[in-house]
């Protein structure tokens, strides 16, 4: 079946410009997860919903992080103002449940650029 | 907040070579282990998993982790590894109850020479 989608794969923003980074998780998962992953670390939390619902947004790293996911389905991670400290991974997982002992499935991630 | 601890963060050796791959987590109560794996030009892809029971799981491809609880250690190993083990591994972290954010370590870069 069809996995974790995420587009686009790369995109380069100029300093100041917004993007957009689009998920589309497995169907029929309740949860979705967004992960930062800088160059030569591991993936860090930003958000996650549990159907439409963002239920913990604690790893955001500032107000111009903005997720949503407004159908419970798919979901949007929309930078402003691009910085160059935004330039990253952004990886999308779903998984079937909330508790931590359903396995999370990752995309393929955007490779996000500010020059 | 949970934390985890990956060292070594490159790792090169031979095939046929045993690989192990430490990991170590920090957080008060029970949590749920993995260790991820990416390989080349591929996403993120689940090794294994610890949830409860049996300290020694096996997952695919013939990697093992041990659960040692009173270390807080998460350990992955193979006793012999092939060219197609080179990948990038996390070992990840959550708790047993409530949120399941996962909690990464910085990974280890391992390439295996043929």
């Known amino acids: 079946g069809a996995g974790v989608s995420q587009s686009p794969r790369y995109k380069v923003a100029k300093r100041g410009q917004d993007v957009a980074l689009r998920c589309d998780p497995i169907?029929?998962?309740?949860?979705l997860f967004w992960y930062q992953q800088a160059l030569g670390q591991g993936p860090e939390f930003l958000t996650y919903f549990q159907n439409e619902a963002q239920l913990d947004k604690s790893g955001l790293p500032s107000d111009r992080f903005f997720a949503e996911r407004p159908e419970g389905s798919v979901s949007t991670l929309k930078i402003q103002r691009t910085q160059q400290e935004d330039s990253a991974v952004y990886l999308c997982a779903s998984s079937l449940e909330g508790q931590g002992t359903y396995e999370q499935y990752f995309g393929p991630g955007t490779r996000l650029t500010v020059t | 907040a949970q934390s985890v601890s990956q060292h070594n963060h490159h790792v090169i050796l031979s095939e046929a070579a045993s690989l192990e791959l430490g990991c170590n987590y920090s957080?008060?109560?029970?949590?749920?282990l993995f260790w991820y794996v990416q390989y080349p030009g591929q996403h993120l892809q689940l090794l294994l998993k610890y949830f409860s029971g049996d300290p020694l799981v096996k997952g695919i491809k013939g990697f093992e982790a041990e659960f040692i609880k009173s270390k807080f250690s998460f350990n992955l190993r193979k006793p012999s590894v092939q060219w197609s083990d080179t990948a990038e591994y996390f070992c990840?972290?959550?708790?047993?109850?409530?949120?399941?954010?996962?909690?990464f370590g910085k990974g280890n870069q391992v390439v295996v020479i043929p």
């Open positions: 990840a972290v959550n708790p047993s109850y409530g949120n399941n954010r996962l909690a």
């Open positions: 169907s029929g998962h309740v949860s």
């Open positions: 957080y008060g109560g029970t949590v749920n």
